[in-house]
């Protein structure tokens, strides 16, 4: 009998989520001008300690692989490492997102003892100035200070994770020793139209041309990189880049919030997408299981305007929030299309408004300004949801 391909199996859903991006509070002592869930400000409805540890009994049941940790930034939540602690004594992986902001030595040391906890520090420039000019003054500092700290603990492989920018994209180099100083690994994703990400992403989204140099960079250099399905839509330039290769909104993965909403895509923070509330009935499970828009996207899809093009099979029509958040339908092209297609869709789009990220946690009540200079760019998929995973295992 032939065992259908991995990616056949999970376009229609397993009976559990892989893993989950899980946001335990919308509090940040930042405000990067990306951040893609207009983090900030505490929300005063988010899920106890109590709740946090229902939602940890449940995922145990369900047998997650592993929970995807973030925020705003997790680490201020006053009950964030006895959650950790509560999730890996109860045989659920933890990797979390950090700033950096509260790695200090002891609790480096902690992290490096652990064989479940992941940790993944944010770092959007190889310079002070490139990430400074989007995560904020000293932001560069307290990332550098985090991997020290992680490095002199002990912690081999930690990760630093980059949002691929038009700023940073001639830094890959940098970055990549960057990581290979303090023996961490690199992780590169995309940057969406999300949360304030929709304010700046004319501005900072790679070009055309930078977006064909970073798949070159991957495909040459990027062997123990890790990209997991945020570059699926350059797959149409040639051979497919290492990862799940498929949007697996709803079907292997989806995003808890602070208030215990799930939504189907972390990327995708809007009505639109939200499936339920670990607060109702049956919890989480039930959720995932029975809501309706998740029974939606795992039933076969159609390639719409795509389907006749000769890269689909390739790029399955790229990453549904970045189609969403700049008001291209869900079967049309990704606004990032490397045929070209998306900004044509886009032009045709005229003056059209794209749909609005839902809740605004941010510091500020106006649009965040991007305070990069203007000069030329320089020249030169959250890792795959099933590293480590097989199937039967």
Known sequence: MTVPALVEQFQYGLDAPICLTWELTYACNLSCVHCLSSSGRRDPRELSTAECKAVIDELERMQVFYVNIGGGEPTVRPDFWELVDYATAHHVGVKFSTNGIKIIPDRARQLAGSDYVDVQISLDGATAEV???????????????????????GFRGFKISVVITRQNMGQLDEFKAIADRFGAQLRLTRLRPSGR??????????????????????????????????????????????????????????????????????????????????????????????????TDLRRPQTGGACQSCSAYDSCRGGCMAAKFFTGLPLDGPDPECVKGHGEHAL???????????????????????????????????????????????
């Open 131 to 153: 990430n400074d000019a989007v995560r904020g003054p000293g932001s560069y500092a307290t990332a550098l200070r985090a991997m020290e700290n992680l490095a002199a603990a």
């Open 347 to 393: 032009a045709a789009m005229g003056s059209t408004a794209a749909p609005r990220p839902s809740g605004d946690h941010s510091h500020r009540t106006q649009p965040v300004p991007v305070t990069i200079s203007r000069r030329p760019p320089e020249s030169a998929c959250n890792e795959s949801p099933l590293a480590g995973f097989r199937p039967g295992g």
């Open 197 to 294: 990400g929709a304010d700046v992403w004319d501005e900072l989204h790679p070009t055309a041309a930078q977006q064909r140099q970073l798949y070159d960079w991957l495909a040459a250099r990027g062997e123990q990189v890790l990209t997991g399905d945020s570059f699926f839509h350059l797959a149409a330039y040639g051979d497919p880049l290492p990862g799940l290769n498929l949007c697996g909104a709803g079907r292997v993965v989806c995003l808890i919030d602070p208030v215990g909403d799930v939504y189907a895509c972390p990327f995708a923070i809007h009505d639109s997408f939200l499936a339920g509330n670990v607060r109702g009935p049956g919890g989480f499970a039930t959720v995932w299981r029975e809501s309706e828009l998740f």
